[in-house]
């Protein structure tokens, strides 16, 4: 099965301030990647999805973008965060071959706070 | 309207009842459905999937209805242990059928 790998856990940074979250994926090749974004009492909302490298598609317009330079790394970013930004952003991958579960596999997520 | 609809909650009942929670969706061509399971400050994991003619795993028992958009998790006997918030999950039939997540259900099973 697949192993998602995310960091940093926790993060607290000033707004203004610049981001970059990183996850690594180990157990499948050419997985689907994607960036969700929990809010407090909220649904999680896809940011950003990747079907390979240097593939991102944008799912809502923001002050985020995502890149995918390796098979198996994907990674968010942001030049200048808002109070806006602070959530649980949730790494997922699906394997490309799995049609039956459709099953996504979460890294254990990194929660930011912008103060 | 929101494309998954559920109730957030909390539902809190006692060890050892019996607990139900549905889900409403709106894109009628969705094709696959799913219960995933969120502990408090933690990632999501797949519970179970929920085919047409419903399916059981254990005590949970997952029903889709798809004339009225709905689908839902019975959960039985239940334990300390699944206190938890219940996701609802749908496919869509775009090319990408992306996974939409509800904002969820919760459940407190108390002594």
């Known amino acids: 099965s697949q192993t998602i790998h995310q960091w940093p856990a926790t993060l607290v940074q000033p707004v203004g301030s610049p981001l970059s979250l990183e996850c690594t994926v180990e157990?499948?090749?050419?997985?689907?990647l994607y960036w969700y974004r929990q809010a407090a009492g909220r649904g999680l909302q896809l940011l950003f999805y990747s079907v390979g490298i240097g593939q991102i598609s944008s799912e809502v317009p923001q002050n985020l973008s995502a890149s995918r330079p390796q098979d198996r790394q994907f990674i968010l970013s942001s030049k200048k965060l808002l109070l806006s930004d602070s959530g649980f952003y949730l790494c997922a991958a699906r394997d490309l071959w799995d049609t039956n579960t459709g099953e996504l596999f979460f890294g254990e997520g990194s929660r930011l706070t912008v103060l | 309207r929101k494309e998954v609809e559920q109730d957030p909650g909390p539902f809190n009942v006692p060890e050892g009842a019996t607990v139900a929670f549905n889900c409403t969706y709106s894109n009628s061509a969705s094709q696959s459905f799913f219960w995933y399971r969120q502990d408090c400050r933690k990632e999501p994991k797949l519970l179970m999937s929920v085919y047409s003619s419903g399916n059981e795993d254990g005590r949970f028992t997952a029903q889709l209805n798809r004339a009225s958009q709905y689908i839902s998790l019975l959960i039985r006997d239940s334990k300390l242990s699944d206190s938890a918030t219940y996701l609802c999950v749908v496919r869509g039939n775009t090319g990408f059928q992306k996974l939409v997540f509800g904002t969820g259900t919760r459940l407190l099973v108390s002594p």
């Open positions: 157990g499948t090749s050419n997985p689907n």
